[in-house]
């Protein structure tokens, strides 16, 4: 007899990390359209799903977006006060050459890959301090 897979655990980490990452629309001021895009662009109907806790199933794909956003959001915290998070994720002072011309918001906002790169360089420049 085959084993059922147990999904519960993911479920309940992707329901915490999404709360963190909610907090982190509400902090940053973003719209409904940039949360999605930087959850990979779910439905609008699963985006609300989300957004309430219902949560049936997800992707390992979700699960490491949402480690990514949830590492930067808590990275951001630890180096920068609530008004300098905003100023940095919107202007970034290595915007001209580090994110392609991009504020770090807006080239997380591109794909994954920017994303990563601003995880990357979070955690780069925190193992330097």
Known sequence: ????????????????????????????????????????NPSRSRYYNYKMGNISSVSDDFLFRLAYLSTIYGNLRILYSDKNIKLWLKNGSEAGSKWCGLSPLNYMLSSIR????????????????
């Open 1 to 40: 007899m085959k084993k059922k897979k147990d999904n519960s655990i993911p479920i309940e980490q992707a329901k915490a990390a999404l709360k963190v990452f909610f907090c982190a629309v509400s902090e940053w001021g973003l719209s409904t359209q940039d949360a999605r895009a930087l959850l990979g």
């Open 114 to 129: 920017g994303v990563i790169a601003v995880f990357d360089h979070l955690n780069a420049f925190i193992a330097s301090e």
